[in-house]
């Protein structure tokens, strides 16, 4: 392979790995600010237990996932240096505004919400929780901002510096709120109150199915579910509106999502179906106008086809659908699961039916891939713009990079990520069987005593 596929192919592997984690730290840092707060009203301690359970897999996915986002930044100068060059003044803004108003408020109050349970007041303790929380969100942020940039740019102008033309930033708000940033970011933190949901929702039903630590999970199963449920109905809004954007911002991205290839009013829908491209249509199942009324409130609107475009301009077709509809078919699934899971726990017949319990268990792997199939299909469905209608990805690449340097760091970071994945299910797999401690049932120190700080 070439040194442009293996670049390709190595900086996806590395994102894919390290985005399994940041959408658990922030959906499980929800959870906690809803656990912790529940805790304060009502004093009941199993809420105080469920916390600082989750506190424990929280810090575990916080730390693994630091580890793995190091590299990616170190690979925009090895395998992509002439797009970081041209990118610089953009990236370097969000990356250090990253650094500056998320990573450092996160992991400085995580100390606090780590060692902190019998040291400082409960109010406190909350208030290094939400912060936390905040902290996580703050990340997601200005990383989406900052990718969402590369598919809709804004606010910035062309210059030559050096010989080498490169962007920089002529309004700095612009730039944050580009045609595509908040609709992403929006989809994104739904995806990841998603994670750290069904997680919650995946333990508590393997608790109840084996009969273990029962009150602490029809608790937390109680909490878990009402986020996934929300998450999720908020899931469909998100997509709803993104879509609209990339039918607005990016409509050669729309088109290869439904495999569209001629301009057409009265665009159908694919329900299920694939992309055969050799003769340009879909072989499946497809609601005629629903890709007009959904992009354009109008089912007899015009939706731009591929053929509009030239071939070189044109998003990789069937990967682009079946990532786009596999991400969608995820997301209706888990409005189901996490409906019927809710509506069950709430007539209180939910611990009779073991299929559901065992389906809950399983739903925690709904989010992830849902994640993954839906980051690629919007870098995918870019393709082949690095830097959208900007800079083609080809010419992002370092020019002194070999193709046997990447190959080399690829399989040596495959074995490495591997290894942290090993170590990170061994370890989550050991507090899940270790369960809560009933000690954390048991008032103890500042934040037990039941009177007002």
């Known amino acids: 392979m070439d040194v442009l596929t293996l670049s390709r192919i190595q900086f996806g592997a590395t994102i894919a790995f390290h985005y399994?984690?940041?959408?658990?730290?922030?959906?499980?840092?929800?959870?906690?600010?809803?656990?912790?707060?529940?805790?304060?009203?009502?004093?009941?301690?199993?809420?105080?237990?469920?916390?600082?359970?989750?506190?424990?897999?929280?810090?575990?996915?916080?730390?693994?996932?630091?580890?793995?986002?190091?590299?990616?930044?170190?690979?925009?100068?090895?395998?992509?240096?002439?797009?970081?060059?041209?990118?610089?003044?953009?990236?370097?803004?969000?990356?250090?505004?990253?650094?500056?108003?998320?990573?450092?408020?996160?992991?400085?109050?995580?100390?606090?919400?780590?060692?902190?349970?019998?040291?400082?007041?409960?109010?406190?303790?909350?208030?290094?929780?939400?912060?936390?929380?905040?902290?996580?969100?703050?990340?997601?942020?200005?990383?989406?901002?900052?990718?969402?940039?590369?598919?809709?740019?804004?606010?910035?102008?062309?210059?030559?510096?050096?010989?080498?033309?490169?962007?920089?930033?002529?309004?700095?708000?612009?730039?944050?709120?580009?045609?595509?940033?908040?609709?992403?970011?929006?989809?994104?933190?739904?995806?990841?109150?998603?994670?750290?949901?069904?997680?919650?929702?995946s333990v508590s039903a393997w608790y109840l199915l084996k009969k273990r630590h029962l009150d602490f999970a029809r608790a937390a199963l109680r909490v878990g579910l009402t986020v996934a449920l929300a998450a999720s109905l908020l899931q469909l809004v998100s997509g709803d509106i993104s879509a609209r954007g990339v039918a607005k911002n990016q409509p050669e991205k729309l088109a290869a999502f439904e495999g569209l290839y001629n301009t057409t009013s009265n665009a159908p829908l694919t329900l299920v179906g694939w992309v055969d491209e050799k003769n340009e249509k879909i072989v499946g199942i497809q609601a005629p106008g629903m890709l007009s009324f959904l992009a354009h409130d109008d089912a007899h609107a015009t939706v731009i086809g591929l053929n509009n475009y030239a071939p070189e301009d044109r998003p990789p077709v069937q990967a682009s659908f079946l990532f786009f509809h596999g991400m969608v078919g995820i997301g209706f699934a888990m409005i189901a699961i996490a409906a019927l899971g809710f509506l069950y726990f709430r007539h209180g017949s939910l611990y009779e039916r073991r299929w559901l319990l065992w389906i809950l268990v399983f739903s925690v792997l709904g989010p992830q891939i849902a994640n993954q199939l839906g980051w690629f299909a919007a870098e995918v469905g870019r393709q082949p713009w690095i830097v959208y209608h900007l800079m083609r990805t080809p010419d992002g690449l370092s020019a002194v990079v070999k193709a046997n340097a990447v190959l080399a760091s690829l399989i040596l970071f495959t074995f490495i990520y591997f290894l942290l994945f090993a170590v990170f299910i061994y370890l989550l797999n050991d507090k899940i069987q270790h369960g809560p401690d009933d000690a954390d049932l048991i008032p103890s120190g500042k934040l037990a005593l039941p009177t007002k700080k």
């Open 20 to 201: 399994i984690y940041p959408p658990l730290s922030i959906g499980l840092g929800v959870l906690l600010v809803v656990m912790e707060g529940l805790w304060l009203k009502t004093k009941n301690p199993v809420y105080h237990q469920m916390a600082r359970f989750w506190t424990k897999v929280f810090a575990l996915t916080f730390a693994i996932g630091v580890a793995t986002g190091i590299v990616m930044e170190f690979e925009f100068g090895t395998n992509w240096a002439t797009y970081s060059r041209y990118v610089g003044d953009v990236f370097g803004s969000a990356l250090a505004a990253e650094g500056i108003f998320a990573f450092f408020l996160e992991s400085g109050f995580l100390a606090v919400l780590l060692f902190g349970w019998d040291k400082v007041s409960r109010k406190l303790h909350f208030f290094s929780t939400c912060m936390v929380c905040l902290g996580a969100h703050f990340s997601a942020i200005w990383i989406v901002v900052a990718n969402s940039w590369m598919q809709t740019p804004a606010g910035y102008k062309l210059v030559i510096r050096n010989g080498m033309e490169r962007a920089e930033i002529t309004n700095f708000w612009e730039l944050v709120f580009n045609p595509s940033s908040m609709d992403r970011l929006f989809h994104t933190l739904c995806g990841a109150w998603q994670a750290g949901a069904f997680l919650v929702v």
